[in-house]
Structure formats: C-alpha cells, structure tokens
C-alpha cells in the first residue's frame, strides 16, 4: 500500500509564493513519475506538472514560468514551488505518483490566493 500526503497549502494574496511538499511512503522504491495537479470548485481537474525518473519535466501552459517542480532522487516526496500566484491558482492541489503500473493519489491541500 503507498500512502501519498501533501502539505504547505495556506491562503496568500495575489503575488505571493507558496511551496507545496509531497511525500509518498509505504510499499514503495525506486525513482518514479510524479505530478501535481489541481481542482478548482466547478472544475475539471487540471495536470499542473510533472516529473519523470530522468528529470524530465512537463507544465501546463498556465503556470509555466511561475511554478517549478523538484523532486528527492533518493526518497518519493517532491515539491511544487509556486511563484507569481494569481486568483485563479485558488485550487485543491493534489500530489500523484505511478508506481508499478499503479496511480497513487493525495487527499489534497487548499491554495487560495485573494486578490
């Protein structure tokens, strides 16, 4: 079983930063594919970004520039580091992790950014 639990959600103003932790433990190794995404009320959940084994990264086209994702090689967490925020980041954000053929989900962590 692989427990995912992300943190550093908070409510900031327009402008501010914010950085988002996840950690993925449990029944779980190696290096493995990890994204962050997020859902606004009345909205489809949206892939925010990701992060492959190599390093490869991905972002929407809404956050590219502001937000940045990393990653521990050696433990399943990461992190979403979010610059620049706006209202229209308010949102559930939610941490994911493939393993094994597997998608592992977080409860999720309230951002809300007033204008």
């Known amino acids: 079983q692989v427990h995912v639990v992300e943190s550093g959600g908070a409510l900031v103003q327009s402008g501010w930063s914010l950085r988002l932790s996840c950690a993925a433990s449990?029944?779980?190794?190696?290096?493995?594919?990890m994204a962050w995404h997020r859902q606004a009320p009345g909205k489809q959940r949206e892939l925010v970004a990701s992060?492959?084994?190599?390093?490869?990264?991905n972002y929407a086209e809404s956050v590219k520039g502001r937000f940045s994702i990393s990653r521990d090689k050696f433990k399943s967490t990461s992190d979403l580091q979010m610059n620049s925020l706006v209202p229209e980041d308010s949102a559930v954000y939610y941490c994911?992790?493939?393993?094994?053929?597997?998608?592992?989900w977080g409860q999720g962590t309230q951002v809300t950014v007033s204008s």
């Open positions: 992060i492959y084994p190599g390093g490869t990264t």
């Open positions: 449990g029944s779980i190794s190696g290096i493995n594919p």
């Open positions: 994911q992790i493939f393993y094994r053929g597997r998608s592992y």
